[in-house]
């Protein structure tokens, strides 16, 4: 099994920051990328930002400038620093892993639960 666990979403003000943490467990070969999107209500679910095995990262056009995203490797863990951040920024936030289970199983994509995130004064 599989499980990616976030954490670290809440309520701040515009201006503020957050750090979303993101921890893959189970029995895992190998993560080719591990990235984060976002649904804010009535919207579809968007790329906010992604990272290779590589290192490679790519961005959102609406994040570039005020969010980072790193990784742990050892920890199979990412995370999302969120600077300056919006009132639109306001969603649930989701991690997303690309990687190959240890047991008999395809190379497809994993979802965390989500972790809402509300920027609001």
């Known amino acids: 099994q ?3 666990v976030e954490s670290g979403g809440g309520l701040v003000q515009p201006g503020g920051s957050l750090r979303l943490s993101c921890a893959a467990s189970g029995s895992i070969f190998s993560i080719f990328a591990m990235g984060w999107y976002r649904q804010a209500p009535g919207k579809q679910r968007e790329l906010v930002a992604g990272l ?3 290192g490679s990262t ?3 056009d609406f994040v570039k400038g005020r969010f980072t995203i790193s990784r ?3 920890k199979n863990t990412v995370y ?3 600077n300056s951040l ?3 920024d306001t969603a649930v936030y989701y ?3 690309d990687l190959l289970p240890a047991y008999l199983g395809p190379r497809r994509d994993y979802w965390g639960q989500g972790t809402q ?3 609001s004064s």
Request: proline fraction near 4%; hydrophobic fraction near 40%; charge should be negative.
């Open 72 to 74: 742990d490797n050892a």
């Open 86 to 88: 919006k009132p639109e």
């Open 58 to 60: 790519n961005y959102a």
């Open 2 to 4: 599989v499980q990616l």
């Open 80 to 82: 999302l620093q969120m």
């Open 95 to 97: 991690c997303n892993a």
């Open 117 to 119: 995130v509300t920027v």
């Open 52 to 54: 290779t095995s590589g």
